[in-house]
């Protein structure tokens, strides 16, 4: 059974990644028999904040920007989720990022739950010092609807170290001087030097390449000459394709926000990202590869496809054109509902966002324990950490895909989703 079979039953699905996250929720909800009651409270969210604050630019003028923080459900634990600074953010977007944050905590078996939030604009648009002082002024903005024990930020689509910095210090200097030092912890992802994590910057990158790299093992398929293509050369893109070519497989395509490219005989992953840092991100130009349109990146002949960029990528009108036989999501809700359908029913295997990105809040749980309990990890210990729980995972998604007879995403919303039942079963609803 899968949960694409299940939404046949259903109506047609419209557009829009809340739709899909829904779908997705409600038909596994009805493979794990899940308690009415508690499908209503996880149907929703529990808070929606939208924000307009102003901030004074380089130039003297004065610009209103809107920002978005959504707390989907915290019943095992604060809230988590990344920010993302980016023209396409809306409300029903950080709803849905909100409760695929919400799976991905439970069954990474974290003591999280999920949130989401981020701010509607451009950052190329703006300088260095415009970003900070947005940044500062959202967060002071959020107020105490962040916190160390209640809601912590992460960075995403276009935010980074430095912005979780800025947050920090900002968040920080809210509170008094006796209690600063004990509010590190509200943001991770920080900076190395001011109470980061060794390694986070590739741990989300790295927990893609993983799960492919189990999921081969697992199917006794060297990785060996294995081509791949990767949508999105940013910090998960890079770091999966990074790894998987020191596994020797080989980089034959790769798509960013200004172009796409292609070389069967392979792309140097190192080459075209230190061009990209040179060329303000983009790999248009590249010299050994071929410009190829937009359209028909998806249709690249490789064995691996890595979409890790954003949502609803993979669409009902692309999907078929696709040649691997693994999609591996290194994005949020890379694939639409009608999507997975067509790719399930071609064979081709989709190792699930909630799982296959999960290296990157694993690794920022690691570095909320290592601020919480004032802690300084070393690289290979938290590297293997990140290896034996990603593993774990994994293993626990396979069993029960094989057990119960399912596709991966749905063995792993079954495991998440059961997770979070116990919980409310077992403490009760208020009052």
């Avoid at 923080?69 to 953010?89: D, E, F, S």
């Avoid at 944050?101 to 950052?123: C, E, F, N, R, V």
């Avoid at 189990?214 to 791949?228: G, Y």
Wanted: negative net charge.
């Amino acid at each position: 059974m899968t949960l694409v079979k299940e939404l046949k039953k259903k109506e047609e699905p419209k557009s829009g990644m809340l739709n899909n996250v829904l779908q997705q929720f409600n038909t596994a909800s009805d493979l794990v028999g899940l308690n009415p009651n508690i499908r209503k409270i996880l149907g929703i969210t529990n808070n929606e904040l939208i924000i307009h604050f102003p901030v004074r630019m380089d130039n003297g003028e004065v610009e209103i920007f809107k920002g978005y923080r959504v707390q989907h459900n915290n019943a095992l634990g604060p809230y988590k989720g990344g920010l993302r600074y980016h023209p396409t953010i809306d409300i029903d977007a950080v709803k849905a990022l909100a409760m695929w944050m919400t799976w991905k905590t439970s069954l990474a078996g974290l003591p999280y739950g999920g949130a989401k939030g981020g701010i509607q604009m451009d950052p190329n648009l703006y300088s260095q010092s415009e970003l900070e002082r947005i940044t500062r002024r959202f967060t002071y903005a959020l107020g105490d609807n962040i916190g160390p024990e209640h809601d912590i930020p992460a960075p995403d689509v276009n935010t980074n170290s430095q912005t979780m910095a800025w947050i920090a210090d900002t968040y920080m200097s809210t509170k008094a001087p006796s209690e600063r030092s004990k509010n590190q912890h509200v943001v991770t992802g920080k900076p190395v030097g001011s109470g980061g994590l060794e390694g986070r910057d590739r741990a989300t990158g790295y927990g893609v390449y993983l799960n492919i790299k189990f999921w081969a093992e697992h199917k006794n398929i060297p990785l060996k000459d294995k081509r791949f293509i990767v949508q999105g050369f940013g910090n998960v893109g890079y770091w999966a394709a990074h790894f998987l070519e020191k596994d020797g497989a080989k980089l034959v395509g790769v798509q960013d926000a200004f172009g796409s490219i292609v070389n069967q005989e392979g792309i140097s992953v190192d080459s075209l990202f230190q061009y990209t840092k040179i060329n303000e991100g983009s790999l248009v130009g590249f010299s050994n590869a071929a410009a190829i349109e937009k359209d028909d990146f998806f249709g690249v002949d490789c064995d691996i496809c890595i979409p890790a960029a954003l949502g609803n990528q993979i669409t009902a009108e692309n999907a078929p054109l696709i040649k691997a036989f693994l999609v591996a999501e290194g994005a949020n809700g890379p694939t639409t509902v009608e999507a997975e359908e067509i790719l399930l029913e071609k064979g081709v295997t989709i190792i699930p966002d909630i799982l296959c990105n999960s290296g990157g809040v694993i690794a920022s749980y690691f570095e909320w324990l290592q601020n919480r309990n004032g802690e300084l990890w070393e690289l290979d210990e938290i590297m293997a950490r990140l290896d034996k729980k990603m593993k774990e995972v994994f293993i626990r998604v396979l069993n029960m895909s094989e057990n119960r007879k399912l596709d991966m995403r749905s063995a792993a919303y079954v495991i998440a989703i059961e997770r979070i039942e116990r919980a409310y079963v077992q403490r009760g609803i208020f009052p």
